[in-house]
């Protein structure tokens, strides 16, 4: 037998593998370029808009796109442009927000309740069957109504409606690993349960939850901008591309076009963004995909 049949695969490190990975997805690479211009924008918007998100002038209301106003001024005078970069700092922290809490939550509850099953997981799929019952964004508008629409109220509301997704794929990845070879020889070295589940079962389940969170942060975007569309997300005069995308509206048949066009160019750009990044955030947490 030859040495290179006796040679083990070589281990990528993660730089190496994320590098990889961009390279032989030219769709991923270009996901990935895009999602860094909308974190810079979020995180340095409020310093390099020209004018004030807030500031009003009445002389300047309703002037279309011009070298001075690139994105053109609202019914108030205030900059298009300028407020469509303040707002993504928003966005992103309630979509961030949002996704990280009910993937916490959502992967705990599937975990336990795939890899214990009985009556946790009884419990469990009881409690997510209820949630999927109402139509999720007429829930989120429920929930936001009763508890009041703050940032933080969207931030839950958008959360609980997502948890079912993670609960739902890590109680199956994990139902189908528990009994698994490489799971049973972690229990007969000494290894707790909470260390299996953690450490040898859990993170088989991150390549189809990576996909999962690309989805969500796209639909908990569109969620908290359908619910300031409506009256029920963040108040004015706070920028909000679904605050922005409603204002413009009424104004679109006498002819002000963009105040609703670029907010919702900035909406769609974020949410394909987040649906191109799915498939290499899956290969990128894949164990399988290192060698």
């Avoid at 999602?35 to 390099?48: D, E, H």
């Avoid at 413009?248 to 105040?259: D, F, H, K, M």
């Amino acid at each position: 037998m030859s040495d290179a049949a006796l040679t083990p695969p070589r281990q990528r490190g993660a730089l190496s593998h994320i590098g990889y990975v961009l390279r032989s997805n030219p769709v991923t690479m270009v996901a990935f370029g895009l999602l860094g211009l909308i974190l810079f924008v979020g995180v340095f918007g409020p310093a390099i808009a020209p004018y004030d998100p807030l500031a009003s002038n009445a002389a300047n209301a309703l002037q279309p796109p011009s070298a001075a106003h690139w994105f053109g001024t609202d019914n108030l005078g205030r900059d298009v442009f300028s407020r469509v970069l303040v707002a993504t700092r928003l966005d992103l922290i309630i979509s961030v927000a949002a996704v990280a809490l009910s993937f916490v939550i959502g992967s705990v509850l599937g975990a336990l309740a795939g890899y214990y099953g009985g009556i946790a997981d009884k419990v469990v799929s009881r409690a997510l069957d209820t949630i999927m019952a109402f139509p999720l964004f007429v829930l989120a508008m429920g929930i936001v109504a009763a508890m009041g629409n703050t940032i933080e109220n969207i931030i839950y509301a958008t959360a609980i409606i997502n948890v079912p997704f993670y609960a739902r794929v890590v109680r199956a990845e994990v139902n189908i690993r528990r009994d698994a070879g490489f799971a049973q020889a972690a229990k007969l070295s000494g290894n707790t349960d909470w260390r299996v589940l953690a450490l040898h079962i859990f993170p088989n389940a991150l390549p189809p939850l990576m996909v999962q969170v690309s989805l969500n942060m796209g639909w908990a975007i569109l969620n908290a901008a359908g619910l300031s569309f409506i009256g029920l997300g963040v108040r004015p005069p706070t920028p909000e591309w679904g605050i922005m995308v409603a204002e413009g509206a009424q104004y679109i048949v006498s002819g002000e076009w963009w105040l609703a066009l670029f907010p919702g160019l900035a909406l769609m750009l974020a949410v394909f963004t987040f649906n191109l990044l799915g498939d290499g955030l899956r290969d990128m947490v894949d164990p399988r995909m290192r060698t």
